[in-house]
Protein backbone atom coordinates (compact mmCIF):
# COMPACT_ATOMS: atom_id res chain seq x y z
CA UNK A 1 0.00 0.00 0.00
CA UNK A 2 1.66 3.51 -1.01
CA UNK A 3 1.71 6.16 1.71
CA UNK A 4 1.26 9.74 1.37
CA UNK A 5 5.59 10.26 1.42
CA UNK A 6 5.44 7.67 -1.40
CA UNK A 7 2.81 9.33 -3.53
CA UNK A 8 4.41 13.06 -3.11
CA UNK A 9 7.86 11.48 -4.49
CA UNK A 10 6.36 10.10 -7.40
CA UNK A 11 4.69 13.60 -8.12
CA UNK A 12 3.93 14.37 -11.62
CA UNK A 13 5.84 18.04 -12.91
CA UNK A 14 3.48 20.71 -13.36
CA UNK A 15 3.74 22.31 -17.15
CA UNK A 16 4.63 25.42 -15.61
CA UNK A 17 8.07 26.22 -15.25
CA UNK A 18 7.26 28.96 -12.52
CA UNK A 19 8.84 27.98 -8.80
CA UNK A 20 7.05 29.68 -7.24
CA UNK A 21 4.17 27.23 -6.26
CA UNK A 22 1.43 30.35 -6.72
CA UNK A 23 -1.77 29.22 -8.83
CA UNK A 24 -0.41 25.28 -8.53
CA UNK A 25 -2.63 22.50 -6.91
CA UNK A 26 -1.22 19.50 -5.94
CA UNK A 27 -3.76 16.51 -5.81
CA UNK A 28 -3.73 12.65 -4.80
CA UNK A 29 -5.73 11.01 -7.86
CA UNK A 30 -7.63 8.38 -7.51
CA UNK A 31 -10.37 6.10 -9.49
CA UNK A 32 -14.32 5.66 -9.16
CA UNK A 33 -15.47 3.46 -11.85
CA UNK A 34 -14.06 4.48 -14.96
CA UNK A 35 -13.52 7.87 -13.92
CA UNK A 36 -10.24 9.89 -12.43
CA UNK A 37 -10.49 12.07 -9.57
CA UNK A 38 -8.28 14.58 -7.55
CA UNK A 39 -8.25 15.92 -4.14
CA UNK A 40 -6.47 18.53 -2.80
CA UNK A 41 -3.59 16.53 -0.80
CA UNK A 42 -3.25 19.12 2.07
CA UNK A 43 -6.80 17.32 3.24
CA UNK A 44 -5.14 13.96 2.93
CA UNK A 45 -3.70 12.18 6.43
CA UNK A 46 -3.12 8.91 5.40
CA UNK A 47 -4.02 5.95 2.91
CA UNK A 48 -5.23 2.71 4.22
CA UNK A 49 -6.55 -0.38 3.16
CA UNK A 50 -10.25 -1.01 3.43
CA UNK A 51 -11.43 -3.14 6.24
CA UNK A 52 -14.20 -4.73 7.76
CA UNK A 53 -16.08 -1.70 9.64
CA UNK A 54 -18.85 -1.19 12.65
CA UNK A 55 -22.07 -0.80 10.84
CA UNK A 56 -24.11 2.44 12.24
CA UNK A 57 -28.41 1.47 11.95
CA UNK A 58 -30.24 3.95 10.18
CA UNK A 59 -26.86 5.47 8.43
CA UNK A 60 -27.40 6.59 4.66
CA UNK A 61 -26.05 3.71 2.25
CA UNK A 62 -22.92 5.61 1.64
CA UNK A 63 -21.93 5.70 5.04
CA UNK A 64 -20.20 2.79 5.27
CA UNK A 65 -20.03 2.78 8.99
CA UNK A 66 -17.72 2.79 11.49
CA UNK A 67 -13.52 2.29 12.44
CA UNK A 68 -11.46 2.94 15.35
CA UNK A 69 -8.09 4.76 14.05
CA UNK A 70 -5.48 4.65 16.83
CA UNK A 71 -8.40 6.10 19.14
CA UNK A 72 -10.20 8.39 16.85
CA UNK A 73 -13.82 6.58 15.41
CA UNK A 74 -13.58 7.74 12.21
CA UNK A 75 -17.05 7.38 9.89
CA UNK A 76 -16.05 5.44 6.64
CA UNK A 77 -18.16 6.93 3.36
CA UNK A 78 -17.80 5.18 0.21
CA UNK A 79 -17.61 7.62 -2.60
CA UNK A 80 -18.78 5.55 -5.54
CA UNK A 81 -22.27 5.09 -3.76
CA UNK A 82 -22.28 8.81 -2.22
CA UNK A 83 -21.93 9.59 -6.30
CA UNK A 84 -24.44 7.14 -7.58
CA UNK A 85 -21.78 5.13 -9.85
CA UNK A 86 -22.99 1.47 -8.99
CA UNK A 87 -22.50 -1.17 -6.69
CA UNK A 88 -19.25 -1.24 -5.14
CA UNK A 89 -16.80 -3.87 -4.87
CA UNK A 90 -13.60 -3.88 -2.22
CA UNK A 91 -10.51 -5.67 -3.40
CA UNK A 92 -6.68 -5.43 -2.69
CA UNK A 93 -7.20 -1.69 -4.50
CA UNK A 94 -9.70 -0.64 -2.80
CA UNK A 95 -8.59 2.16 -0.38
CA UNK A 96 -9.57 4.76 2.07
CA UNK A 97 -8.60 7.98 2.02
CA UNK A 98 -7.96 9.53 5.14
CA UNK A 99 -9.63 13.09 5.49
CA UNK A 100 -9.16 15.94 7.27
CA UNK A 101 -12.41 18.33 6.37
CA UNK A 102 -13.52 21.20 8.53
CA UNK A 103 -11.66 19.33 11.62
CA UNK A 104 -13.13 16.72 11.32
CA UNK A 105 -11.45 13.09 10.50
CA UNK A 106 -13.56 10.92 8.02
CA UNK A 107 -12.52 7.64 5.57
CA UNK A 108 -13.26 8.22 1.80
CA UNK A 109 -13.74 4.39 0.22
CA UNK A 110 -12.44 4.58 -3.54
CA UNK A 111 -11.73 1.77 -5.71
CA UNK A 112 -7.76 2.78 -6.43
CA UNK A 113 -5.37 5.62 -5.85
CA UNK A 114 -2.69 6.47 -8.17
CA UNK A 115 -0.53 9.20 -7.86
CA UNK A 116 0.01 12.91 -6.42
CA UNK A 117 -0.18 14.98 -9.70
CA UNK A 118 0.70 18.87 -9.02
CA UNK A 119 -1.56 21.05 -11.69
CA UNK A 120 -0.53 24.22 -12.68
CA UNK A 121 -3.70 27.09 -13.06
CA UNK A 122 -3.48 26.67 -16.74
CA UNK A 123 -4.50 22.83 -15.92
CA UNK A 124 -7.22 23.40 -14.28
CA UNK A 125 -10.67 24.27 -15.95
CA UNK A 126 -13.92 25.82 -14.63
CA UNK A 127 -16.36 23.16 -14.19
CA UNK A 128 -18.88 22.81 -16.67
CA UNK A 129 -22.49 24.62 -15.92
CA UNK A 130 -24.84 22.29 -15.89
CA UNK A 131 -27.84 23.90 -14.79
CA UNK A 132 -30.27 22.20 -12.06
CA UNK A 133 -30.35 18.77 -14.31
CA UNK A 134 -26.45 18.63 -12.17
CA UNK A 135 -24.90 19.82 -8.93
CA UNK A 136 -21.46 20.84 -9.94
CA UNK A 137 -20.81 23.25 -6.72
CA UNK A 138 -18.58 20.79 -4.97
CA UNK A 139 -16.33 20.75 -8.25
CA UNK A 140 -13.06 22.61 -8.46
CA UNK A 141 -12.56 22.33 -12.13
CA UNK A 142 -11.00 19.90 -14.25
CA UNK A 143 -7.99 19.11 -14.23
CA UNK A 144 -6.16 18.13 -17.93
CA UNK A 145 -2.62 17.07 -17.91
CA UNK A 146 -0.99 14.83 -20.67
CA UNK A 147 -4.06 13.51 -22.36
CA UNK A 148 -5.83 12.74 -18.62
CA UNK A 149 -8.73 14.51 -17.22
CA UNK A 150 -9.36 14.76 -14.02
CA UNK A 151 -12.25 15.76 -11.85
CA UNK A 152 -10.82 18.02 -9.31
CA UNK A 153 -13.59 17.76 -6.00
CA UNK A 154 -13.52 20.75 -3.10
CA UNK A 155 -14.17 18.27 -0.34
CA UNK A 156 -15.00 20.73 2.03
CA UNK A 157 -18.03 21.79 -0.32
CA UNK A 158 -19.16 18.05 -1.10
CA UNK A 159 -19.26 17.18 2.82
CA UNK A 160 -21.21 20.45 3.22
CA UNK A 161 -21.56 21.48 6.92
CA UNK A 162 -24.97 20.16 7.07
CA UNK A 163 -23.76 16.48 6.14
CA UNK A 164 -20.73 16.48 8.18
CA UNK A 165 -23.12 17.53 11.27
CA UNK A 166 -24.95 13.93 10.55
CA UNK A 167 -21.96 11.80 10.24
CA UNK A 168 -21.02 13.08 13.59
CA UNK A 169 -23.92 12.72 15.23
CA UNK A 170 -23.91 8.55 13.65
CA UNK A 171 -20.52 7.89 14.62
CA UNK A 172 -20.59 9.85 17.89
Known amino acids: ?11 APAASTSTSGAGRLEVVSFTLGD ?3 GIDIQKVQELRGYDAVTRIANAPDYIKGVVNLR ?9 RIKFG ?10 VVLVLNVAGRVLGMVVDSVSDV ?7 IKPPPQMGSVLDTDYLIGLGVLEGRMLILVDIDRLMSGEELVRIETLAA
Do not use: H, K, N, W
Open 117 to 123: ITLAAEQ
Open 85 to 94: LGEPTYDQFT
Open 71 to 79: GTIVPIIDM
Open 35 to 37: EEY
Open 1 to 11: MSDIATLRSRA
